[in-house]
């Protein structure tokens, strides 16, 4: 009897190996577990009975002596346990920026372009007729060829200014970032872990720089009751602490890193679910987290301003909705005459990757 079998079809699984489907999970399972090698295969293992990840040929020990094989996890000696290796950590951040990226394609808000007058990186598509002072460069012959075979005729080529056309270019400004990660305790507070995806951001955008602006800086720093600077390859590996929020701290040392870069375009990204609860004073710990504490908020306000005056506008990413914390963060981005972005966790990535975006790319006249 002739008809049609219908199967279930899965878009993500089609054309990938057992392998690549099951280290796809991996990665994701090794941004909730901070890099931890045996709690993310203890996830990938219970999940494997409940779903049925692997079947009678391809098995779960297959899959782990895979992850050995490429080179993705290895032996730690001293410590007699299995870490990643930086072949997994750049992995993680590669899909990192292939997830982020697919959101921000599917999302029209958050554009903020700008127009500058400079010598581009990249053509447009767009071109316009000659003025006195375009390089030679910016010419585009073959439509000035043509402009002067329309307007001149065939018989004899001549071209004329009238007939010179340019090509405009994109100009791709050079940034240095430092990007803030609030990892005070609130972060994981009722049941929300907003940590998470702050990581999946970080490691997104470090891998965004890396690779198609190499000539950018990109600091990654965490502040909770202090403030210290983390490299790339250590991302995956944050987590909470039983901290306060020290946002002083971070603006300072933030502001440290950038006097110290040459590049003329410096910007801090900040990205914070709770309010402004700690100062160090001396070698005390100044703290109150009942409120908005004056002597804590008017240091803030003071270090927005300073960084007004340098020229370094900070673009706050605020993932709580509570109306009194929205109000502060808007007189702070006001004293400092940046932004500031009310963000829901799922959309923070198409936040904060337009406007790094949108910052980098201006029209060349």
Request: proline content about 4%; charged content about 30%; glycine content about 6%.
């Amino acid at each position: 009897m002739k008809g049609f079998h219908f199967s279930k079809f899965d878009p993500d699984a089609e054309g990938k190996s057992k392998f690549d489907q099951l280290l796809d999970l991996f990665f994701q399972l090794l941004t909730y577990t901070n890099g931890d090698v045996a709690e993310a295969l203890q996830w990938m293992n219970q999940l494997d009975r409940e779903y049925g990840l692997t079947d009678d040929q391809y098995g779960m020990g297959d899959f782990v002596d895979e992850l050995k094989d490429k080179g993705y996890i290895t032996e730690d000696q001293e410590r007699g346990e299995i870490i990643i290796t930086p072949k997994t950590e750049q992995g993680i951040r590669k899909r990192s920026l292939e997830e982020i990226f697919g959101k921000l394609k599917k999302t029209k808000q958050g554009d903020h372009t700008t127009f500058k007058p400079g010598l581009g990186d990249e053509e447009s598509p767009e071109t316009r007729p000659f003025i006195f002072g375009d390089m030679l460069e910016q010419i585009d012959f073959t439509e000035s060829i043509r402009n002067a075979q329309i307007n001149h005729g065939l018989d004899e080529f001549t071209m004329q200014e009238d007939d010179l056309q340019i090509r405009e270019t994109d100009f791709k400004s050079q940034t240095s970032t430092v990007l803030m990660i609030d990892i005070s305790h609130s972060m994981i507070l009722y049941g929300e872990d907003r940590i998470t995806p702050a990581k999946k951001v970080a490691m997104a955008l470090s891998e965004l720089i890396t690779t198609k602006y190499p000539k950018d800086t990109l600091d990654i720093v965490v502040f909770g009751n202090d403030a210290w600077p983390v490299e790339i390859k250590d991302i995956p590996y944050l987590q909470v602490g039983p901290y306060h929020t020290n946002t002083v701290a971070g603006i300072e040392l933030a502001m440290d890193i950038l006097r110290r870069r040459k590049n003329p375009n410096k910007q801090i990204f900040m990205i914070t679910d709770g309010k402004p609860t700690c100062l160090k004073v001396g070698r005390r710990y100044y703290k109150n987290s009942f409120g908005l504490d004056r002597k804590i908020t008017s240091r803030c306000l003071n270090l927005a301003a300073q960084c007004k005056k340098l020229k370094i506008p900070i673009t706050t990413f605020m993932i709580a909705t509570d109306p009194y914390l929205q109000r502060f963060v808007q007189e702070f981005t006001e004293t400092n005459n940046g932004k500031a972005f009310f963000a829901t966790l799922d959309r923070l990535g198409a936040f904060i990757f337009r406007d790094f975006e949108s910052g980098k790319r201006k029209t060349v006249y």
